[in-house]
């Protein structure tokens, strides 16, 4: 799905930022590679599939709201928000184990997940995520996972 070219792209792109929510920044790389693993799971839905490619189709696609282009890895933040929405929605109806089976990071996916969307508005301005998640297809979720 998302080989490891891909993976230290990215990951070469976000290392070293230390600018506003750098953590969340960092967390990019295994965000996508969680999201692959994920859509070939066959334990997840198809509608959470589609959700998970929606999100990874607005990761890669160079029309967005925050650009890299423009603002660097901070150009990211809209795309980790988009991202965790996605994961939050699959966390709130399947077991969390499933998820986290797949998961490469180092810090608790849970809380960070529930962090970040409720800091989403802060991330990328009030309203924006709604407006990216209907545009995808999506709703914004709860502040985060039932787990």
Do not use: C
């Not at 969680?34 to 997840?44: A, I, S, W």
Request: charged share 20%; net charge neutral.
């Amino acid at each position: 799905m998302l080989g490891e070219d891909f993976y230290r792209q990215i990951r070469d792109r976000v290392s070293g930022y230390t600018g506003p929510y750098g953590e969340y920044v960092l967390l990019v790389p295994d965000l996508l590679v969680l999201v692959g693993k994920l859509m070939l799971d066959p334990r997840v839905a198809a509608k959470h599939k589609a959700y998970l490619g929606a999100a990874l189709a607005y990761v890669v696609s160079p029309i967005d709201l925050l650009s890299e282009r423009k603002f660097g890895a901070a150009g990211y933040l809209d795309d980790i928000a988009v991202l965790v929405a996605a994961l939050n929605q699959l966390l709130n109806e399947v077991d969390p184990q499933v998820v986290l089976n797949h998961w490469s990071g180092n810090v608790d996916l849970l809380a960070k997940v529930r962090e970040i969307l409720g800091q989403a508005d802060q991330l990328i301005g009030k309203g924006r995520l709604e407006k990216i998640l209907e545009g995808l297809g999506m709703r914004r979720p709860a502040s985060g996972p039932v787990a």
